[in-house]
Every structure is written in C-alpha cells, then in structure tokens.
C-alpha cells in the first residue's frame, strides 16, 4: 500500500497523547436520566426485525463514494457520503454487496440475549493492528441517520472510550485497522499514514434503542457511523495489569462481570475475587504472559478464593 508522506498534523503532543474527549451526543448510558425515554421500550426482536428490514432496504438501493475513496490518495481524508441508485447513478454498486454482517448480542431488561445484526463496510485497509472494543481510540467520523441526515461529525480526531459510546461504535472498532506509527514533524507536529476507516450500519438497539438523543436522534433510529483510526490505548480501568477487554469474563460483550458479587464489575475491582489479595499481584506472578491456576482447576487465581 502506497503510504503518503503527511496526512494532517495535531499540535502538541499532549493533544495526541491523552486528552479524551467525551461527545455527549455518543455517549450511551450516562446521561439516560437527563434524556427522554419512549416508554414502554419496544419488543427487541419485533424491533429487530423492523430495523433490519430498514437497514436491507436502504443497503440494497444507496451506493457510497467508493469511487472517491479509490482516487483519493491514501493520506487525505474522505468525506464519507451516501446517494440513491438511480439515473445517472443507476449502475453503481449497491452497498448490500459490499457489507459484511456481524451479531452482535444485547442483553435486555431481564437478561435476555438477543442477537443484532450490524452490517460493516471497509472503506481503507489500514496499516496497523485493531483496537478490541474496550479500548480507547483516536479517531475521526461522521455519524448519519438512514434518511441522511448527518447527525455528527469530527474531521479532526478526537479520543474515545469504546465502552462509554453506543455499542455499535465499539463493535466497529475491532474491524478497523490503526495507522502506522506516526511520524513527527519538523515543528513537532504529528502525521498519522495509512490509517483505516470503516463504516458500521446499526440497528437501533445498537445505538440508542428508545432514548431520544440530545442530538435529536430520534428513538429506535438505526444509525451509521463512519470512522477513520489513527491510533488507540489498551485501556486497563483499574490498573489491575488486566486489561480491561480481558476483564469481560463470560465474552458477552458486556463488562457487568462481577465475580465477588460485590457490587463492583471486574473491570472496575482491584481485587476481582475477593481473597484480599490484589488482582494485580496474583495475575501473573510467574510473568509468562499468562494468568496463573495455582490450583490448576481452570479458574485462574486472581478469579479464584480458594
Ligand atoms: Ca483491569
Ligand atoms: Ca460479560
Ligand atoms: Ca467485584
Ligand atoms: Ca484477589
């Protein structure tokens, strides 16, 4: 792959090092008080089906500017746009046969799985490796309704904590790839070459579901989101050495975990089981890269109190 010598610059290495920024429009749980609610929330698999019958519709009858994307040098940023099959436009490739489907699960009010499916689009390879969906990350996007209507945007790049947007914007993350190393510039600069970007089109279960957004997303929207990734932080919340996409025990994508059962999620205890003895002096003392099962019965010790 063709990698250009400059992309965009960021002033300050602090800027590029840390500095998280918190949209509010994105963030998926905290601020549900202070929104409104459609009450009662809908049936997850009638709206499931609704939504996918949206989302397949709207796939099978838009194309993107794959065009662009393929005659724009690998630095520049795409503006990521969406348009009708028809007239001139009548021969262009449906979006339906570009995506690739993914499941993702959602929990309900009573703990009840329900498959969703979410449709991934790969706009640029990228260089480098994929974030995991608990990770933070540096990125640009634009956020759109099915109607079009664009809802969200940052051409230029903000940090984000997957685990603090809505779900389908974490669920991307592990699809796209980061850039290479970036490069800095003679007045300190940074330049990020051969970043990924990738598109995820979500039912709205994966997004808001019945909240109606500060942004005036409207409840039970499906959603896109565009999104370009320059780099990410393996996050590790409470500094256990565990890192925090290893601290969803059971893979459900869901990081309410609790092995103590008290009331703090494993991700967030500095003592998962317990025993009083600190995860991160248990984890791994022999430092082989993998926790250790003193006991050898297939429960590591920092999960285990005996
Ligand atoms: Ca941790
Ligand atoms: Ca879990
Ligand atoms: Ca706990
Ligand atoms: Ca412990």
């Not at 945007?153 to 903000?158: A, C, D, G, L, N």
């Not at 800095?184 to 039912?203: E, I, L």
Request: hydrophobic share 35%.
């Amino acid at each position: 792959m063709y990698l250009a010598p400059q992309i965009f610059s960021m002033n300050k290495l602090t800027h590029f090092l840390g500095i998280f920024s918190f949209l509010a429009l994105l963030t998926s749980c905290q601020d549900e008080q202070r929104r409104g609610f459609v009450e009662p929330p809908r049936d997850y698999a009638a709206q499931r089906a609704v939504d996918n019958d949206s989302l397949l519709t709207f796939l099978r009858n838009r194309f993107y500017n794959y065009e662009e994307y393929q005659n724009t040098a690998s630095d520049k940023l795409v503006s990521f746009t969406i348009d009708t099959i028809k007239g001139e436009n009548a021969s262009k490739t449906p979006l339906i046969d570009q995506v690739n489907q993914i499941n993702i699960k959602i929990k309900d009010a009573d703990d009840v799985y329900h498959d969703h499916t979410a449709y991934i689009l790969t706009l640029r390879e990228g260089v480098g490796t994929s974030p995991t969906v608990a990770d933070s990350v540096f990125v640009t996007y634009k956020g759109m309704l099915l109607n079009l209507t664009k809802f969200d945007e940052r051409t230029s790049p903000v940090w984000f904590e997957s685990l603090s947007v809505v779900k389908g914007f974490g669920a991307l993350m592990p699809y796209i790839k980061k850039a290479a190393i970036p490069t800095v510039n003679t007045d300190g600069t940074y330049s990020f070459n051969g970043f990924g970007s990738a598109a995820v089109f979500m039912p709205s279960a994966l997004g808001y579901y019945n909240r109606i957004s500060a942004g005036g997303i409207p409840a039970y929207s499906p959603l896109i989101f565009a999104v370009d990734l320059y780099t990410y932080k393996t996050t590790d919340h409470d500094g256990d050495t565990v890192s925090t996409h290893l601290e969803d025990v059971d893979s459900d994508g869901y990081f309410d975990d609790d092995t103590d059962s008290d009331g703090v999620p494993n991700y967030r205890d500095v003592d998962d089981d317990n025993d009083k003895i600190l995860t991160r002096n248990e984890y791994d003392k022999n430092n082989d890269g993998t926790p250790d099962d003193t006991d050898n019965d297939g429960t590591p010790d920092y999960l285990d109190n005996d």
